[in-house]
């Protein structure tokens, strides 16, 4: 079965804090996608990286970087000196190689810098 | 300027009602699809379209019915909705191809819908 799991459901820092957002997923597929979209109050999910099982590479895009590591099925999501903007629920996603247009998403974590 | 958008964001509606939610996309994908997100449960797939053709259905009750006119289009229909299908629906869209790994789900702002 195919799950997402992001065990915080709430953090809270103070703006120039470095923060690590959690991802665990579960899927039978050998080759899948994982993605982490920011939605902020607007509601729109905003697209920030996709990762292909295949590429275990770390990426780092200004202040923000993710841990893919495939043998404890993590993908966890850093953002270096948190800035009140980051302020915003980001949720990690999964799809499949054998259903590539499903998104399976995680609870969410409700990120808060506080100035 | 996302390119999807949603029209209404904010609609308000009676469980008698009939009303539609309305999505295009300005991406050039041959997918869209419909999401909910309610606030007790983690976001979840209603409806796939891919070329105009509805690939899945994740078991969606009747009251609501999608239409994909063409590939940039998508509407939702709404008639005789619940309380409890006050949410928030996002449409999204994606250029599914043999490539897959090319698949990347481009969300719109989403209609925050309320049922009185």
């Known amino acids: 079965a195919q799950k997402v799991t992001q065990a915080q459901t709430e953090i809270s820092v103070v703006e120039k804090e470095d923060v690590t957002l959690d991802c665990v997923y579960e899927t039978r597929d050998t080759t899948y996608y994982l993605f982490w979209y920011k939605q902020p109050p607007s509601g729109e999910l905003v697209f920030l990286i996709r990762r292909n099982s295949f590429d275990e590479q770390n990426e780092i895009s200004g202040r923000y970087s993710w841990n893919f590591q495939k043998s404890t099925s993590s993908f966890n999501f850093t953002i270096t000196a948190s800035q009140v903007v980051d302020s915003a629920v980001y949720f990690c996603a999964l799809s499949e190689e054998s259903n590539t247009g499903k998104l399976i998403f995680g609870q969410g974590t409700t990120l808060q810098v506080k100035p | 300027e996302t390119g999807v958008t949603q029209t209404p964001r904010h609609l308000v509606m009676g469980m008698t009602n009939k009303k539609s939610l309305k999505c295009e996309q300005h991406l050039g994908h041959n997918a869209m699809y419909w999401y909910k997100q309610s606030a007790k449960k983690p976001l979840e797939l209603m409806f796939v379209?891919?070329?105009?053709?509805?690939?899945e259905n994740n078991s969606v009750p009747s009251r609501f019915s999608p239409e994909c006119p063409n590939s940039s289009h998508l509407f939702l229909h709404l008639h005789t909705l619940q309380p409890e299908d006050s949410a928030l629906y996002l449409c999204?869209?994606?250029?599914?191809?043999?490539?897959?790994?090319?698949?990347?789900?481009?969300f719109g702002e989403g209609s925050w819908l309320t049922v009185v």
């Open positions: 379209y891919n070329f105009k053709e509805q690939t």
């Open positions: 999204a869209s994606s250029q599914l191809s043999p490539d897959s790994y090319r698949n990347t789900i481009y």
